[in-house]
C-alpha cells in the first residue's frame, strides 16, 4: 500500500508512437489537504475512490488505498468534489522492464504532459525513455490535486 513513484515533464510527443494503451480520465478531489488526498476517478467505463498519504521527505513515495465503485456512484461523488475537475488522457509506455504512465490534461491545464513511473525501491534504475523531461518528482505544483486548484494556464 505504499506507492513508490518519479515523475518528468515529457519533452516531445513520440510516445504516442510507443503507446500500446490509452484511456480518458476525469477525476475530482473530495479533499485535498496535503497530510490525506481524497480522490474520485472515472477512466472509461471503471470508477475509484482513492486516498493518498504525505510524500516522504524525498517525494518519492507515500501510503496509497484505491477501491472500485460503481461509475455512477462515483459520478454523483464528483458533484460533492471540490472545484477544479482533472481531464486527461493517460497513454501506458513500456521502457524497459517498466511502465510509464503519460498524461496529457486538455482544459484548465492543456499543454501540460507528466510521466510517471512506479518502482519497487526509490534507488531502483530503469531506461528512460528519450521524449522523457525534467524530472520534478515532489514538486507539489505537479501534484493532480494541486492543478485542479492552480491549473497549468495559470502559471
Not at 83 to 99: A, N, Q
Request: proline share 3%.
Amino acid at each position: 500500500m505504499v506507492e513508490i513513484e518519479r515523475k518528468f515533464l515529457v519533452k516531445s510527443k513520440f510516445f504516442k508512437e510507443e503507446s500500446y494503451q490509452n484511456n480518458r480520465i476525469k477525476q475530482g478531489f473530495l479533499n485535498t489537504n496535503p497530510q490525506r488526498t481524497v480522490r474520485i476517478r472515472i477512466k472509461d467505463e471503471t470508477a475509484f475512490l482513492t486516498v493518498k498519504g504525505k510524500n516522504n521527505e524525498a517525494g518519492l513515495s507515500r501510503f496509497e488505498w484505491e477501491k472500485e465503485i460503481d461509475k455512477m456512484e462515483a459520478e454523483a461523488l464528483l458533484n460533492l468534489c471540490e472545484p477544479g475537475m482533472i481531464d486527461k488522457t493517460r497513454f501506458l509506455v513500456k521502457s524497459g522492464s517498466h511502465i510509464f504512465e503519460v498524461d496529457e490534461f486538455y482544459g484548465e491545464n492543456e499543454g501540460l504532459i507528466v510521466a510517471e513511473v512506479e518502482l519497487e525501491t526509490e534507488d531502483e534504475v530503469f531506461e528512460k525513455p528519450d521524449w522523457l523531461g525534467q524530472e520534478v518528482t515532489g514538486d507539489p505544483k505537479y501534484y493532480n490535486s494541486q492543478l485542479s486548484k492552480n491549473p497549468y494556464k495559470s502559471w
